[in-house]
């Protein structure tokens, strides 16, 4: 049990231990479709284990093709409550094929607040989990809110059932809905306390070593300034920053730990059907050597008549267990065909990919950088995150990452942003486990549009960044895509 939480709520936590997870099972959610230059409001509906607050979302599409959300919030309590590994509240755009974007956290230091994120989709439902950290890639059955129908024919919305929530991570509490928060020690530090010992938990120090140091010292420094006065905000703000350290931590070490576990399977059919492909073999050759001694039997008189037939049972045996041999070997052939299109859809399920002679083409369009500037969004590390997290299983794809920009602008300065973006993404992609001589970078510039520069809508195709992936050295590209 957290040592920050009141005497009386511990109690209570530790006699309600393996209380039910949340919502099983399909969730109706709705995606309106916003309009572009206007503001919707949507409320947020409760779930039964939610706290009892008043959650509302605005949604303005804005004319850069990006949707601007502020989720405000009343008497929130802190997700803390529900104990165990539960830490904190997360914000998803939901599209409506079934794919979750993590928008951010939803912190509640405050028990009123209002926070503003960014998404790129046109249409989505809006969902609020409850986690163990921030960076989940998945949404869990912790669901607190949802929106709303906008119930109005000038916002026309499509309900769609959601199924691929997870199973909840392990906590005390179904329902905090008759819970209060009477803890006076700082909601920063407490959070940070229990993502450093999931860090610690899943061996961040063997994964992500820098890192996890990284968070220990931070943490360490808010513990030692936790208390009154002044040094309460800097301890807080130590904290925030402990808690940032430990989920980098905790997600470079589930990616790691779950590309060795991909790998160990994948090594583990290969020996088998190497096995299998050595039996087979083997058989052949007893069946050849049978089929010989059947020829010197036939030759002889009458009295090894007996041994031939007894030789010919033994090939008829030998041919059957050849022929199952075989169809094993088909059927792990098979099997490992079926991981490497595992692989290549979850590439598919990162981002907007292609097929070329090249190799395949990992689209990141422009609205995942701040405007004339190659600072990463946060959506697009979680992008890059997830496609990481496939290339440390697929050791044998190397990457070529080229930029690009539209016409406006000088050639000089267009030239040097999408070299700046590209290498962004390198950096950050090192920063995820991928060796640097596994990449490349280029900047193109203007110099290859694949839309028309003289409309919005065409610029806004030309400024990207694509990531070519290939096995072996991946050569210069030719324009061609």
Known sequence: MNRFLPVSLSLFLIGCLGAASGIAGDI????????????????????????????????TFN?????????SFKDMKPAVLFGGDITAYVVWAVSK??????????????????????????????????????????????????????ASKRIPSDDFAFSRLVPA????????????????????????????????????????????????TTLTQARNLAGAG??????????????????????????????????????????EMEALETRAL????????????????????TALSAERARLEAGMTALRTEQAALEDAVVALRADREELASRLDQALSLVADTRSTARGTIVNLPDILFDVNQSTLKPEAKLVIAKLAGILLIMGDLNTRIEGHTDST????????????????????????????????VEGYGPDRPIADNTSNEGRAKNRRVEIVIAEGTIAEGDGTN
């Not at 309106?32 to 008043?54: H, I, Y």
């Not at 004319?63 to 989720?71: F, P, Y």
């Not at 083997?282 to 010197?296: D, H, N, P, V, Y």
């Not at 973006?421 to 390198?426: D, E, F, G, I, N």
């Open 282 to 301: 083997e058989a052949e050759t007893m069946l050849t050597e049978s089929e010989g001694k059947l020829a010197e039997a036939s030759e002889k008189t």
């Open 28 to 59: 109706t959610l709705f995606a309106p479709q916003f309009p572009t230059g206007n503001s919707v409001s949507l409320d947020m509906l409760a779930s039964p284990q939610a706290p009892r607050a008043r959650v509302e979302a605005k949604v």
């Open 230 to 271: 002044r040094k309460r905000k800097t301890s807080a703000d130590y904290a925030l920053r402990s808690v940032a350290l430990s989920n980098d931590a905790i997600g470079i070490s589930e990616r790691k730990i779950e590309a060795a576990e991909l790998e160990a399977e994948i090594a583990a059919r290969r020996a």
């Open 409 to 440: 602008g000088s050639y000089g300065y267009n030239m040097s942003l999408s070299e700046a973006r590209a290498s962004s993404v390198r950096d950050f992609l090192f920063e995820q486990g991928i060796e640097a001589g596994r990449m490349t």
């Open 63 to 71: 004319k850069e093709g990006q949707a601007d959300i502020e989720v």
């Open 169 to 216: 991570a392990p906590h005390a509490l179904d329902s905090i809905v008759n819970i209060a928060w009477d803890s006076n020690d700082p909601l920063e530090l407490i959070q940070a306390e229990k993502a450093f010992e999931i860090a610690q938990r899943i061996g961040a120090d063997n994964y992500a070593p820098d890192l996890f140091f990284q968070a220990t």
């Open 97 to 150: 094929d079934g794919n979750a974007a993590n928008l951010g956290e939803l912190p509640t230091p405050n028990a009123n607040g209002s926070i503003r994120y960014q998404t790129g989709l046109k249409s989505f439902a809006l969902l609020i989990t409850a986690e163990p950290y921030y960076l989940v890639q998945k949404p869990s059955q912790m669901v607190m809110f949802y929106n709303a129908d906008p």
